[in-house]
């Protein structure tokens, strides 16, 4: 199995009998080397993430699939670096789009009631445009001529993410990558919903898992803990901040990331203001005058 490196992209890598990766021409502070498009199967092939709808990564998988029939395309979630060229490759090849449902779809009971309040934010590069043609159900599983993939509803990073399990791999998505953490953005992320379903992503077991973006993580369960325990560990840093006396999203970020460059803390203020929601919701933290990315927060008397 190739563990190390990610090679170039637009370039076919076996990663393992039966699996490929092209690698997309998309490289951010957000995507990494870029977002990995996945093919599985020999024969005719399933692809999870067909990623961003730029004509060099669809000139490359159109060459990666060759004269294969696609079978199933599978989409993590609609971001706009995973799901926008499943339209165009289902055109295409006939194949159906497959995924948890529309942007909005799987969204906890906290965000829905922020959005109805018309509260807008996190949507920066959110594929609002993304209808599957199957919506997919957790536990589902599908029959492919690639095997068995088994589906996993993971929301966290977005409210529906899928982690899609083959041959005792899971391919990750957004939701665990190796080179960084996901950024929880809400009300597409929800602090909460990722902790949960980092544990039922843990649960199952997995050889290695195979990211949305990244190499592939070699030692899951590890990786995992790593991710909860940071997680825990910023909620805990916001909670200190808040010691300190009420302050807004802005300046909690200001302190708890005094040492990132500040030219990260917009994206930081995300993660941290979808920590406060968490907060709120277990009333350790009182949002002034009402729970907005704008409140004042402070802990509470029961805290």
Request: glycine fraction near 10%; proline fraction near 7%.
């Amino acid at each position: 199995m190739a563990m190390d490196g990610i090679g170039q992209p637009g370039v076919a890598v076996s990663l393992e009998p039966g699996l490929r990766r092209v690698l997309a021409p998309n490289p951010s502070a957000m995507t990494g080397p870029g977002t990995n498009t996945y093919l599985l199967g020999e024969g005719d092939v399933v692809v999870i993430d067909p990623g961003p709808d730029l004509p060099a990564h669809a000139q490359a998988l159109r060459a990666a699939i060759g004269a294969a029939r696609v079978s199933h395309v599978l989409v993590t979630h609609s971001h706009l670096d995973h799901s926008p060229l499943a339209a165009r490759l289902a055109s295409e090849t006939g194949a159906p789009v497959l995924a948890f449902g529309p942007s909005e779809a799987g969204r906890s009971a906290v965000m829905q009631r922020l959005v109805a309040q018309g509260y807008e934010g996190g949507g920066e590069g959110v594929d609002a445009q993304f209808a599957p043609d199957r919506c997919l159900a957790d536990g589902k599983v599908l029959e492919t001529p690639a095997g068995r993939v088994e589906v996993l509803h993971t929301p966290g990073h977005m409210g529906n993410h899928l982690c899609f399990g083959w041959r005792g791999a899971w391919f990750s998505g957004d939701l665990v990558m190796g080179w960084t953490t996901s950024l929880v953005s809400p009300p597409d992320g929800d602090i909460a919903d990722f902790v949960a379903s980092c544990q039922r992503l843990a649960d199952r077991g997995a050889r290695v898992l195979y990211p949305g973006h990244g190499a592939p993580v070699a030692d899951p369960a590890a990786r995992i803990d790593w991710l909860v325990a940071h997680r825990a560990a910023r909620r805990a840093e916001v909670l200190a901040a808040l010691d300190r006396g009420p302050a807004t999203v802005e300046a909690i970020t200001a302190h708890v990331y005094r040492d990132v460059d500040e030219s990260l803390w917009p994206i930081a203020a995300r993660n941290v203001f979808a920590q406060l929601i968490d907060l709120v919701a277990a009333d350790e933290v009182g949002a002034d005058p009402g729970l907005h990315v704008a409140a004042t927060f402070e802990r509470t008397q029961t805290a």
